[in-house]
């Protein structure tokens, strides 16, 4: 198949899922253009067969405050649909992708072409920018035009639906997890220079927006450290940073708190982590928790969202409730106390992310675009 993928080009976790869902099927020998303003972040800058990446540039002009970056895209996709002659167009998060395909498809129509588009709601999208009423209308719209629609958990369908008058069949793919990248590797030097006097080290990644709570994870912390010698990795940076360092200097503990901005080798860290703190009032899936687990790290977090489809209570790590900091404290110390309790959740956190491989999960995305494309019909109502 040739397949074009839409995305944010940044570090958030539709962009990330987008990028490694291509680079999997570029493997597979399917021809994979990506679409959109930069080149996404975990897209390699060595060549990689089958993976074309094609820029979206604005027009600077003194008319525009804001350049129309969504009428660029639409054209764009029209020039790439037409001549690189794709089968199918893979949009992720709804705002503003989904609506833009449906622009690019409707121009493709008047020239006799249809391209058949799936939509991947990735979360925010949903819950957060996608229920403001400046954006309902649109992301509601843009969801029952496109030709199918995937959520990456089962809690972000029942959202949307929920939510949103949607008409249309949304299937659930999970993401996933590239095990070539993702797993414990021997980094005890690096161990050693970030806990030299074997501190147990907590992690966090994210991208310090106000839905991760930072501050949580630095109450969290506070608490585990005046119970055991431990350390904390915050990776990531975003609004919320400031006051995350705010709170480290209140509380006394900024000695023991690496603040490390963002990371692309994030597996790195992960690699001589020992808990991974994940406390977000909403998380439609929750990525980073997976990537960590890939790495042997268990996961404290809250129970929001699609969170409890993958950190399993009690055998991967443990859920709380949404700002219950005293109890994720609890359970940290709980893991993290005992060297063989911790060993056990590590061979846990590892089995289950297993179950969320590449390799598993990939096939599911072939045989849904294959579905949609067989399944495509010029419907009157689309196309009037």
Known sequence: MKIGIVCYPTYGGSGVVATELGKGLARKGHQVHFITYSQPARLSATFQENLYFHEVRNLDYPLFEHTPYETALASKLVDVIKYEKLDILHVHYAIPHANVAYLAKKILLTEGKYIPVV????????????????????????????????????????????????????????????????????????????????????????????????????????????????????????????????????????????????????????????LFILPSGTESFGLAALEAMACEVPVISTNAGGLPEINLQGKTGFLSDVGDVDDMAKNAISILKDEATLKEFRKNALEQARTFDLDNILPNYEAYYQKIIDTMVFDKAIVS
Do not use: W
Request: net charge positive.
């Open 119 to 274: 939509t991947t709601l990735h979360g925010t999208d949903i819950t957060l920018v996608g229920k403001n009423p400046t954006f309902a209308p649109v992301v509601a719209f843009s969801i029952n035009k496109s030709d199918g629609v995937t959520a990456v958990s089962e809690s972000l369908k029942r959202e949307t639906y929920d939510h949103f008058k949607i008409n249309k069949e949304i299937e659930v793919i999970y993401n996933f997890i590239d095990f070539e990248r993702f797993r414990r590797s021997d980094k005890e030097h690096f161990k050693k220079a970030i806990a030299p006097n074997g501190e147990k080290i907590l992690i966090h990644v994210s991208n310090f927006r106000k839905v991760k709570r930072i501050t949580d994870v630095i109450k969290v912390f506070k608490r585990v450290r005046d119970v055991l010698p431990s350390k904390l990795l915050l990776v990531g940076d975003g609004p919320e940073r400031s006051d995350a360092e705010r709170m480290c200097r209140e509380l006394n503990i900024c000695e023991d708190v690496r603040f490390l901005g963002k990371q692309d080798p994030v597996e790195e860290l992960l690699a001589i982590a020992d």
